[in-house]
């Protein structure tokens, strides 16, 4: 029953901004892990920022500094702010939640949203 929805992105040049959102329903545990990963054509799906139940965050290496990730429980929509975009950044972008803590596998997922960062 939970859904997850993502929106926001788009094509924008290089050293530009875009703020993706994951609307999240059917979401009623009390602990919880919330993530973003993405996935460009051939490659993996890279982990890229998480934050918990306590608004813990972590993020990959490849994005710390430039993206962050946020919540707004009242709105229960999670955000990737996604500043001083690259090329390498391309990929679609999914939302994941899972249940009590962030682990693998995560269980719930969004459709995607597709990102494409120009030269």
């Known amino acids: 029953q939970v859904q997850l929805v993502e929106s926001g992105g788009g094509s924008v040049q290089a050293g530009g901004s875009l703020r993706l959102s994951c609307a999240a329903s059917g979401y009623t545990y009390s602990s919880y892990c919330m993530a973003w990963f993405r996935q460009a054509p051939g490659k993996g799906r890279e982990g890229v920022a998480f934050i918990d139940s306590n608004g813990s965050t972590s993020y990959a290496d490849s994005v710390k500094g430039r993206f962050t990730i946020s919540q707004d429980n009242s709105k229960n929509t999670l955000y990737l702010q996604m500043n001083s975009l690259k090329p390498e950044d391309t990929a679609m972008y999914y939302c994941?939640?899972?249940?009590?803590?962030?682990?693998?596998?995560?269980?719930?997922w969004g459709q995607g949203t597709q990102v494409t960062v120009s030269s």
């Open positions: 994941a939640a899972e249940i009590d803590y962030c682990k693998t596998p995560f269980h719930y």
